[in-house]
């Protein structure tokens, strides 16, 4: 989709965790807010969720999973970014074989929102966009 172009070839610094949801920040400050499922994968295999923050599977400290995102995603430039109509998942495909998938998992409620240079978008409940374009 032409709204994401802008983010080809730059870099996601930084992951957060917040209350209610995660943001991804890009090296020109642009943001995706995220509000529902998101994973990691490399090659093919999930390495991390979103719904694996605070968990620890028999570790010795439970995972700190933006910190453990960061750290994956560090230094890989992003090669191309898909949005699957209907379901309005989000794939951004990395260096490295890395694939960070925002995956909307609810039929009435806002799953995502980017802000980028292009303008502002909404993944809105039932799989339907609300975008709102840089003049």
Known sequence: M???DCLVGTYITCMTRRE???VLTFEDHSTV???CL?????????VLTGEDHGLQFGMAAP???AN???IQLAGRAISSIELTQGTLDLTFTLEGSLVLQ???DSSGYEAWNAN???GFIVAVGGGELTVFKTE
């Not at 998101?38 to 999930?46: D, P, V």
Request: charged share 25%.
């Open 20 to 22: 209610h949801d995660w």
């Open 102 to 104: 925002i995956i909307p």
């Open 2 to 4: 032409d709204f994401f």
């Open 68 to 70: 453990s995102c960061n």
């Open 63 to 65: 995972i700190d999973a």
């Open 38 to 46: 998101w994973r990691l994968l490399r090659n093919g295999r999930i």
């Open 116 to 118: 980028t240079p292009n």
């Open 33 to 35: 807010q995220i509000e």
